[in-house]
C-alpha cells in the first residue's frame, strides 16, 4: 500500500491560497497520498489566532519535519519580524535551494540558464538586530559565524557533487566587508580544500557577479551566497528565467525541510485568479523528490513541461505570456498528468 505522507499545508498569504492550493490539486491528482496538517502563519493567522506564527504551526513544523508552505507578507518599515525569518532561524532551515533553469516554452533572453542558488538561511543582516543609537542614527548587525559559514559552503559543495555539478561560486563583498565576508571566504575555500578538491571553485565580487549573470548566466552553476546576497541575487536570476512564478525553492534544516517558492505574496494580483502556480507546483515537485515520490514527482514535471512546451497563451499565465488564471493552466497540469 501506498506510503501516506505527514505534510504540514500552510497557505500564506496574498496570492499563497491560490498558487499552495494548486500545487496540492496537482499533487493530489499524481495519487500521491498525503495526509495535510492545515497550520496558519501569517495575516490569517494574526485574524485567527492573535498571532503571526502561532505556537501550535511551530510545534506541528517540528513534528512533521515536512511543509509546503506559501509566501507571508512582511510589513515595510516597522512591524512584525518576517514570519519566514522566524520560521527558519527557529527550526534552524539553515540552507535554501533555489533551482534557476531556462524552461522549454518560456522565451526569455537567455536559453540555457542552469543555475541553483544555494542561500545561507540563518544569520548575516537577517539577524534583525537593529537599534537606534540617536536619533537620526541607526545601527543593524551582520552576524556572521564561523560555523554557519562552514555549514553553508559544506552544504553547497555537497549539493554540487551529489547533483554531479561542476563548479561552486561564492559572491562576496569582501573588499568592502573584509571581517564579514571575509570569514565567509575563509570558510568557504577552508571546506573546499578539505574534502571538495574535484570542484571548481571560484569568488566573485557580488556587483562584477551580478553583471556577469545578467550577461552570460550560462557560466554560472551553483552559486552559494550568504543570506541577504541570496535574497537578492535569487529574484535577479528569476528574472533570466521567466520571472518570479517560475522559480521555486526549498528550505533544509537537518531532517526537516520546508518547501516554498521564491516569490512574495504579490498582493498586487492576490485574490484575482491571475497567479502563475508553476513555481508553487515546481516546489511541491521538490517536496515529493524529498519524500522519495520520485515517480510521482516525475510525471508532474512531465506534465507541466508538456503544458508549456506546447507554447499556447491560453494555457499559460500573464507573467509569462499567456492569459490563462491561476486555475486554467491548473487544470491544464492535470489532464495532462491524467492523459
Ligand atoms: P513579490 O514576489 O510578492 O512580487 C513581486 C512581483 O512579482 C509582483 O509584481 C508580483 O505580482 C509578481 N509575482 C510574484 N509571484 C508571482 C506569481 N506566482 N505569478 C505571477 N506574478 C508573480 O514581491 P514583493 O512585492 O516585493 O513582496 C510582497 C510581499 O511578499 C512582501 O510583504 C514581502 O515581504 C513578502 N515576501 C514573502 C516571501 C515569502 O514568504 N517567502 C518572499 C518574498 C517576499
Known amino acids: 500500500m501506498a506510503k501516506t505522507h505527514a505534510v504540514v499545508l500552510i497557505e500564506g498569504d496574498g496570492i499563497g491560497p491560490e498558487v499552495i492550493g494548486a500545487s496540492r490539486r496537482v499533487i493530489e491528482a499524481a495519487g500521491v497520498s498525503v495526509a495535510w496538517k492545515v497550520h496558519y502563519a501569517g495575516a490569517e493567522a494574526f485574524e485567527k489566532h492573535g498571532a503571526v506564527l502561532p505556537a501550535a504551526t511551530i510545534e506541528a513544523l517540528r513534528e512533521h519535519r515536512c511543509a509546503l508552505k506559501g509566501p507571508t507578507g512582511t510589513p515595510i518599515g516597522g512591524g512584525h519580524t518576517s514570519v519566514n525569518v522566524q ?55 551582520k552576524i556572521v559565524t564561523e560555523a554557519a559559514c562552514t ?16 563548479s561552486v561560486t561564492v559572491f562576496h563583498k569582501a573588499n568592502i566587508l573584509k571581517m564579514a565576508d571575509g570569514l565567509f571566504l575563509k ?5 573546499r580544500e578539505k574534502s571538495f578538491k574535484d570542484i571548481e571553485y571560484k569568488e566573485l565580487i557580488i556587483d562584477n557577479g551580478c553583471m556577469q549573470l545578467v550577461r552570460d548566466p550560462s557560466r554560472f552553476d551553483v ?33 526537516i525541510a520546508v518547501f516554498e517558492s521564491v516569490h512574495g505574496s504579490a ?8 497567479a502563475n502556480p508553476l513555481a508553487a507546483i515546481m516546489s511541491g515537485v521538490m517536496m515529493l523528490n524529498y519524500l522519495g515520490e520520485t515517480a510521482a514527482a516525475g510525471r508532474i514535471k512531465g506534465a507541466y513541461n508538456a503544458v508549456l512546451a506546447a507554447r499556447d497563451p491560453a494555457l499559460r499565465t500573464r507573467d509569462i505570456g499567456g492569459n490563462a488564471g491561476t486555475q486554467a493552466f491548473t487544470d491544464a497540469v492535470i489532464a495532462r498528468l491524467k492523459g
Do not use: M, W
Open 267 to 274: 498582493p498586487d494580483i492576490a485574490g484575482k485568479g491571475l
Open 151 to 166: 555549514r553553508i559552503a559544506e552544504f553547497g559543495f555537497a549539493y554540487a557533487r551529489e547533483h554531479q555539478r561542476k
Open 87 to 141: 520560521i527558519r532561524q527557529q527550526l534552524n532551515l539553515y540552507a535554501a535551494v533555489r533551482p534557476v533553469r531556462s524552461i522549454d516554452g518560456i522565451d526569455t533572453r537567455y536559453k540555457d540558464v542552469e543555475i541553483v542558488i544555494v542561500r545561507e538561511n540563518t544569520e548575516g543582516l537577517y539577524s534583525g538586530i537593529e537599534h537606534q543609537i540617536i536619533p537620526g542614527v541607526v545601527e543593524s548587525l
Open 187 to 191: 570558510c568557504s575555500r577552508a571546506v
Open 223 to 255: 552559486l552559494v551566497l550568504d543570506n541577504f546576497y541570496g535574497d537578492i541575487v535569487s529574484d535577479l536570476c528569476a528574472g533570466l528565467v521567466g520571472g518570479l512564478g517560475v522559480v521555486p525553492g526549498a528550505n533544509f534544516g537537518d531532517g
